[in-house]
């Protein structure tokens, strides 16, 4: 069962990953066409709505680099599924777990005697 719960895991980060990747990619297509269109208009005016243009495209550019930059980063992470155990784990006191292997040792060296 905790071989499922990991593997879905692993495929819940994969997919999540590869949505801010496409995310990421719309962000670079959109401020390449930016881009283009700034530098288009460098080339026929040297000054006015160029700028905003640049701007806008820069900004789309790098928002998309810092969500392909998330995405990597999610699709990377280890995976940790807490498992399932027979019996329940308690954290006991080193002391007691030493008092009852005494005991237990005790009770053993006990019943060997009496054959």
Do not use: N
């Amino acid at each position: 069962m905790a071989l499922l719960a990991h593997a879905e895991a692993v495929a819940r980060r994969k997919v999540r990953g590869a949505a801010y990747s496409v995310v990421g990619t719309v962000f670079i297509l959109l401020g390449v066409g930016f881009l283009c269109a700034a530098l288009w208009i460098v080339l026929v005016e040297l000054r006015g709505a160029l700028f905003a243009a640049q701007v806008i495209g820069f900004g789309l550019f790098a928002i998309g680099f810092i969500i392909l930059g998330i995405g990597k980063f999610i699709s990377r992470r280890p995976v940790v599924v807490a498992g399932h155990s027979a019996a329940p784990q308690t954290t006991t006191l080193p002391m007691v777990q030493l008092i009852e292997g005494f005991l237990i040792g005790l009770d053993a060296g006990r019943k060997s005697k009496r054959r």
